[in-house]
């Protein structure tokens, strides 16, 4: 029920960030494992689907396991 940026905050690690909505794409992060719930406006439909990078930002983990590139 929380986005990526928060979930990892809370074990003191920050990512880039600067709208928090999922708009600017400057937190676009790398996907390895893992499916992403897709909250934001700047990646296309493709790329959602490909599963391959997100805004974590706004979006959140879909599966029980999500690997990222810090």
Known sequence: DQSVVEALAEYGIAIPTSCEQGVCG????????????????????????????????????KSSLLVVDL
Not at 28 to 50: F, M, S, W
């Open 26 to 61: 400057t937190c676009v992060t790398r996907v390895i494992e893992g499916e992403v719930e897709h909250r934001d406006l700047c990646l296309t439909r493709e790329e959602h689907a490909k599963h391959d990078c997100f805004t974590p930002c706004c979006s959140r983990a």
